[in-house]
């Protein structure tokens, strides 16, 4: 079974361009949540997506959106891009509600450089 | 707001010795721990998890020790392998309402296991 899936792998930005970073969760899975991670960091919380709905969201600005599509795959897009937003970007899907399980199974990541 | 840390960033063992990696999280209404793995160029894998209504769970080669009085969480590896090198952060979580979903992971600074052959 495929696992989680992010979409590019890297990615090299200027100060102040916008990017947009996808995500295809585990066959099955509804939520989806993203995090970032910067180098030598633990991950950092950004959101949590559940049936297309924000259901969680990080202390990050509000240049950072994200959307959840009817196949539950997702889109993180964050706009006037910062040095500061150089990192790892993170996504994990889980299963539904209710399920025995509540691992989070994380992608490989995109990795985001603003020059 | 809250936070978990730990209490080594590196952590250096011979192969086949035992590993013990600890973790001290802040927020005592957290009801779900778990550890991750990382390895250079990847996404956190997931180790072992425990509820806090359990004080020990084992995996293989594994277990993980919660101690809910002093908010401490404790990652064991028994008989630790090169391939056992890597980071390795604690996460905690807080259910929903009804303790059928967890959301956001809060996670530490992770540690840093070297295993020598």
């Known amino acids: 079974d495929a696992g989680v899936t992010q979409s590019p792998t890297h990615l090299i930005k200027t100060r102040g361009q916008q990017v947009t970073l996808r995500c295809s969760p585990i066959?099955?899975?509804?939520?989806v949540s993203w995090y970032q991670q910067v180098l030598g960091q633990g991950p950092q919380f950004i959101f949590q997506?559940?049936?297309?709905?924000?259901?969680g969201r990080g202390n990050f600005p509000d240049r950072f959106s994200a959307r959840q599509f009817p196949n539950y795959s997702s889109e993180l897009n964050v706009n006037a891009l910062l040095l500061g937003d150089s990192a790892l970007y993170l996504c994990?899907?889980?299963?539904?509600?209710?399920?025995?399980?509540?691992?989070?199974?994380f992608g490989p990541g995109t990795r985001l450089t603003v020059t | 707001g809250e936070s978990v840390g730990l209490h080594l960033p590196t952590l250096s063992v011979q192969e086949g010795d035992n590993s013990i990696i600890n973790c001290a999280y802040s927020?005592?209404?957290?009801?779900?721990f778990i550890w991750y793995k990382q390895e250079s160029g990847k996404g956190p894998q997931f180790i072992i998890d425990?509820?806090?209504?359990?004080d020990k769970r084992q995996g293989q080669r594994v277990t993980v020790l919660l101690n809910k009085t002093v908010k401490h969480l404790s990652l064991q590896i028994a008989a630790t392998q090169p391939g056992d090198s890597a980071v390795y952060f604690c996460?905690?979580?807080?259910?929903?309402?009804?303790?059928?979903?967890?959301?956001?992971?809060?996670f530490g600074q992770g540690t840093i296991l070297t295993v020598h052959p």
């Open positions: 927020n005592s209404a957290s009801d779900y």
């Open positions: 425990i509820r806090s209504n359990m």
């Open positions: 066959s099955g899975h509804k939520s």
């Open positions: 996460a905690e979580s807080l259910s929903n309402a009804g303790g059928t979903s967890y959301g956001k992971l809060t």
């Open positions: 994990a899907s889980s299963l539904p509600q209710g399920a025995p399980s509540y691992e989070q199974y």
């Open positions: 997506y559940y049936e297309k709905e924000e259901r």
